[in-house]
C-alpha cells in the first residue's frame, strides 16, 4: 500500500484538529482540556481517510458519544506514520489551543519565509508550459532554505 507522508494531507489534518479544539473548548473560561482529546489509530487505510468522531472511539466499528469528547481517527497503512500522525496533531493542538486561551499571534520562525514561498506556489500554479518549471524550481528552494533553517 502506498503511504502518503503527514505533509500531503496539512490541511485536511488541520481542518480536524481545530474542529476537535473548538469541540471541546470552553470559551467563556478560554480553556481548552486536552482530556476530551483523544487520539486513536489504526493501520489499513489512507491518511485521507482520518476523521473526526464526536464522542470516544472504544474499536474501530464503535463509538461512544461522551459530554464533549471527541476522537481523532486516524487510518494510514502503518504503524510508523500513526506516530507521526499523531505528533503532528499533538503539536497543532498545542498550537490551537494557545490560540483559544489568547489569539494574538507572534510571528516567528521563519513565518514571513513560509508564507512567501505558498504565496509563490499559488501564483505557479496558475503558469502554464516550461516556464512554470523555473518558478517551481525557485519557490522549491526557498521551502527547503526554510526547513534547514528551522
Known sequence: MYVIPVNKCLEHLAGIDVDAVLSVADKDLRDVNFDLIK???????RLEDTMLVKGIV????????YTRAVTVFIRVSNSTVI????QTLHD?????CNLVRDDK????????ELACSIAVSKEVD????????FYRASQNSGYSL????I
Open 146 to 149: 526554510i526547513l534547514v533553517l
Open 83 to 86: 506516530e507521526e500522525t499523531k
Open 105 to 112: 499571534i507572534v510571528y516567528g520562525g521563519r513565518s514571513a
Open 126 to 133: 496558475k503558469i502554464a508550459g516550461l516556464e512554470q518549471c
Open 39 to 45: 487520539i486513536f489509530g489504526k493501520t489499513g487505510g
Open 92 to 96: 497543532a493542538t498545542c498550537v490551537v
Open 58 to 65: 472504544i474499536d474501530k466499528t464503535l463509538a461512544h458519544s
